[in-house]
């Protein structure tokens, strides 16, 4: 069985989305290092590292499946983040994005009968799975940013108050995300 087309062509663009994770994640990581916050900045490097091991897997698989890479354009995040809770508010919405294009992977695999691309998106800690866990942590410190402020659960208009917050609760949550990088 050989990729079709079209799905080497979403598997190419998921290719040049996870570098552009990667890179969305070091512009995070840069915001986080300028002003002090060596927790979140570890954390975004981290984030950014993994991510481009994701695009390497993909790589790894359009290889395996004697394919070559093509790239098109890079969707690189707009803006730098407005504040503290925006990097993360940033990086949720950016993780569902992913999610929906791999779920996007899937769906054209299946419309194909192409079972080894699907099986490959769903094998443990692989690509499909891994999202998982990348939206769970994002959401478990916009939790923990809602919760140190009483702001549970956590609503659109929150997040804009949010935007002004003390700096030694800014402080208190760097120091707890350093232990998840
Ligand atoms: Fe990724
Ligand atoms: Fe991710």
């Not at 069985?1 to 994640?25: D, G, K, P, R, W």
């Not at 990097?87 to 080894?116: S, Y």
């Amino acid at each position: 069985m050989i990729l079709s087309a079209n799905v080497l062509t979403l598997l190419c663009q998921q290719y040049s989305h996870e570098i552009a994770n990667s890179l969305f994640y070091a512009l995070l990581q840069s915001w986080a290092e300028m002003r002090g916050l060596d927790g979140t900045a570890a954390y975004m490097a981290h984030q950014s590292t993994h991510e481009r091991g994701h695009a390497d897997m993909i790589l790894g698989y359009i290889h395996d499946r004697n394919e070559q890479l093509t790239l098109a354009g890079l969707d690189l995040p707009p803006a730098s983040p407005a504040s503290f809770v925006d990097l993360f508010v940033m990086a949720q919405a950016r993780e569902r994005l992913t999610t929906d294009m791999i779920a996007e992977i899937c769906t054209q695999a299946d419309a194909e009968g192409d079972w080894l691309t699907r099986a490959w998106l769903m094998q443990p800690a692989g690509l499909a799975m891994e999202q998982i866990e990348e939206e769970r942590t994002t959401q478990t410190i916009l939790d923990r940013i809602a919760a140190r402020r009483g702001m549970v659960p956590l609503d659109a208009s929150d997040i804009a108050d949010m935007a002004e917050m003390p700096g030694n609760i800014v402080h208190d949550i760097d120091c707890w995300i350093k232990g998840l990088a």
